[in-house]
């Protein structure tokens, strides 16, 4: 990316800064505006470009539009002393799903494990951030949530499921925490709408159009699957021969987890658009577990297994021609130590986004130096 010319750099605190102002702009709490934004930063941070601030206009046009709401009101719908119920009342997913992780985290302290269910939410961002909020605690964190039809089942062409992650944390003695952060489809629609904001094609073999031909026009599979002509294929890829069927299943446990537990909506009740295309709530459904260790055996030790665990795999010996061999969490560690020095890249289409709120919600104290048209069509920022 850091060749191109497509991209401007901001320094972490303006983007944090300038994200959380859009949030309160549009009615956002300020307490609740912080916690959205830092979820946004995190993705940034960690090189997630996709769920980072490229995604902020995608917040401020469903809050704009009332599909979902600013204010939060997190209520609980049923408890016990190692789980909870809590619907998001169709608030920030960021909020609610931060809440319920502190919640699961609290237990699992008190009871070795712990457990968080929220239903009518909104989308939450990266998962990764709520692990790593385990993770900073000495817990081992999980969760997932549903998310928009995406994903066709294997021997299918229409999207059903959603790129539904399944995340992983564990606090280990580096740097910093094994963190397994992934759609249970071959890429997640972020990465789309990412290519598609660069004029880039997508690899083939990501996207199947309802032909059952692989389809690469960035901007077109976005506009289409709105409509669920083209969808996602699952880890694995078309049909059974490379294991297709088994991201099918890890997506489709996340889907009972996420809207079966929680009484949410799943599958295509999560496109966003009744039968006639008028916007509506997606009302999604998240869970969140943290155990604790301690519960087992002495936290350092612990963490010092986990270490030495990688510390082998990261020794194997290696491919010809490969020079490193990665753990989970590694690459984002690098992003962040790099993108602390460099800024955050910003790219055109998102540029023309920020000035666009920024126009609206009249934030003059921003100076941003993009050489952009703000009124340019943008097809991904809905």
Known sequence: MNDSNEYVYL?????????????????????????????????DKRGIDSHGCARLYM??????????????????????????????????????????????????????????????????????????????????GMCGTNARPSIAPTWSVEPMLGTNPFTFGVPTDWDFPWIADHATSITQRGK?????????????????????????????????????????????????????HKGYNYATFVEIMSACLSQANMLQACLGLDKNGNFVPYNLGHFFIAIDPAAFCEIDAFKKKTGDLLRQLAGAKKQPGASHIYVAGEKEYLAYQERKRTGIPISRVTQRQFLKMQRELNLVQYDFAFDVDPDEEDVTGW
């Open 11 to 43: 320094d972490i605190k303006t983007l944090f800064n300038f994200m959380k102002d859009v949030f309160i702009a549009a009615g956002v709490p300020e307490a609740d505006a912080d916690i959205c934004a830092d979820v946004l930063i995190e993705s």
């Open 59 to 140: 917040y401020y046009m469903r809050i704009k539009r009332k599909q979902q709401l600013p204010v939060t009101k997190l209520t609980i719908v049923k408890e016990t002393p190692g789980t909870i119920r809590l619907n998001a009342n169709n608030g920030m997913g960021q909020v609610a799903s931060k809440k319920a992780m502190q919640i699961a985290i609290d237990k699992a302290k008190k009871n070795g494990i712990g457990m968080a269910i929220v239903e009518n939410s909104n989308h939450f961002g990266i998962a990764g951030y709520y692990v790593l909020m385990a993770t900073k605690q000495d817990c081992i």
């Open 192 to 244: 789309i709408e990412t290519y598609a904001r660069l004029g880039k094609d997508a690899v083939k073999g990501w996207v199947i159009d309802e032909n059952g031909n692989a389809a690469t026009d960035s901007k077109q599979i976005i506009t289409d699957m709105l409509k669920l002509k083209t969808a996602l294929t699952p880890l694995g890829g078309i049909g059974e021969e490379l294991g297709g």
